[in-house]
């Protein structure tokens, strides 16, 4: 099962990130920058095309891969939800959360495409517990 909801995205920044987190998003470097993500352990950053912009963000956990169609970047980055936390995916002034407890590892696909589309795929490993689109 997907779910897509309509972000508006401010300084080219999309963060997926543990909730319980108090400070969310990382300090990008001239690097990250340049690699189009940053990442702590429970959080990552992805840039965007558009600074600023309402974006179509999908979140699934089936792989399309293959879907290539108007692809202008693909990243993945993993992160840990601590126990107790739930996935949240925001840039600084809107966002959402996923109310259904996770906790453990995840892998994060960020792809972004044509038309101000976002898909987030995430990948659970073995150790993870909870979350299911």
């Known amino acids: 099962m997907d779910l897509e909801r309509a972000v508006f995205i401010s300084y080219s920044q999309i963060c997926v990130f543990d909730?319980?987190?108090?400070?969310?998003?990382?300090?990008?470097?001239d690097e990250d920058?340049?690699?189009?993500f940053v990442?702590?352990?429970?959080?990552?950053s992805f840039r965007t095309e558009q600074e600023s912009a309402t974006y179509s963000v999908e979140l699934t956990d089936v792989d399309h891969n293959g879907s290539?169609?108007?692809?202008?970047?693909?990243i993945e980055a993993s992160?840990?939800?601590?126990?107790?936390?739930?996935?949240?995916?925001?840039s600084i002034s809107d966002g959402f959360r996923i109310t259904?407890?996770?906790s453990g590892e995840?892998?994060?696909?960020f792809e972004e495409y044509e038309?101000?589309?976002?898909?987030?795929?995430?990948?659970?490993?073995?150790?993870?517990?909870g979350y299911r689109p």
């Open 19 to 29: 909730s319980t987190l108090q400070s969310p998003f990382n300090p990008w470097s």
């Open 33 to 36: 920058v340049a690699r189009y």
């Open 39 to 44: 990442k702590s352990a429970r959080s990552v």
């Open 68 to 74: 290539k169609n108007g692809l202008i970047r693909s």
């Open 79 to 90: 992160l840990t939800i601590s126990d107790g936390g739930s996935i949240e995916i925001a």
């Open 100 to 102: 259904e407890p996770t």
């Open 106 to 109: 995840l892998k994060v696909r």
């Open 115 to 129: 038309g101000l589309k976002i898909r987030l795929t995430l990948f659970r490993s073995a150790r993870t517990k």
